[in-house]
């Protein structure tokens, strides 16, 4: 990871940031593009999702940015959220979560455009980890409304009777950026107005804890180790989450 990533403490609860390469924004933003154009070529992600937007579009594997994003992007960047909270930790309480006795899996990816008056209700998602890479921000998007901007949410709402100010934090969306948090984090996107749209692509990953050695079947039934970073990603993009089969 670059000089541009940091882990944000929400509550306290952790939420990576960072941000693509130039290059790559680029070949998704074409590649969202091309998806939106035909969107009947793209499997439809609405049915399944929380959000009311104007598309909501599944993303395949055979996509070859998309292999490479998760592979040089997305899954180096849930490993080091692993390694930035777990070296925090006792050794005792790491469990399973020591290099080599885990391994990542990407199993969704999905584009979403969100128009005005679209919105995308406070929700979380399946797997181990969820993210959000921004790839079109409208310029009626900005730090002086709440308008657009993804929010995440604690456990405790605002009641001001009380005193109690709630647990939310607004992030602004910015071209390039993408966040991964723990896929169990409640968030959500309030709508904005005017003109434009909001790009932006959503994922799942797993993170599946291996076998310590000597323990369970033999290599040769084992499933493969493939999705460790320091491997090559074992990728499911299927909406019948078939058992994934690698490919690089």
């Not at 998602?125 to 002086?144: A, E």
């Amino acid at each position: 990871m670059d000089s541009s990533t940091e882990v944000l403490a929400l509550f306290p609860r952790y939420v990576l940031k960072s941000r693509l390469p130039e290059g790559m924004l680029g070949e998704l933003l074409q590649l969202a593009e091309q998806v939106l154009a035909q969107p009947e070529q793209s499997p439809d992600a609405s049915t399944k999702l929380a959000g009311q937007l104007a598309q909501q579009r599944e993303l395949g594997p055979h996509h070859a940015c998309i292999q490479s994003l998760c592979s040089s992007e997305i899954l180096p960047a849930c490993e080091h959220w692993i390694r930035h909270v777990i070296d925090r930790q006792p050794p005792q309480g790491r469990g399973p979560w020591t290099p080599g006795r885990y391994r990542l899996q990407m199993i969704d990816v999905w584009l979403n455009a969100q128009r005005a008056g679209d919105y995308n209700p406070m929700h979380t998602h399946g797997g181990s980890f969820s993210g959000v890479i921004f790839l079109r921000v409208p310029p009626q998007i900005h730090n002086d409304s709440f308008d657009g901007q993804l929010c995440f949410h604690g456990p405790e709402e605002w009641h001001i009777q009380s005193f109690r100010t709630g647990m939310a934090q607004y992030v602004l969306p910015v071209a390039g950026e993408f966040y991964v948090f723990p896929a169990w984090q409640p968030h959500s996107v309030p709508p904005f107005r005017g003109n434009g749209e909001r790009w932006s692509l959503a994922f799942n990953v797993v993170a599946v804890p291996m076998p310590a050695p000597g323990v369970g079947p033999p290599a040769s039934a084992a499933a493969p180790a493939t999705g460790h970073v320091t491997g090559r990603p074992n990728l499911s993009l299927s909406t019948s989450r078939q058992r994934p089969g690698g490919f690089a």
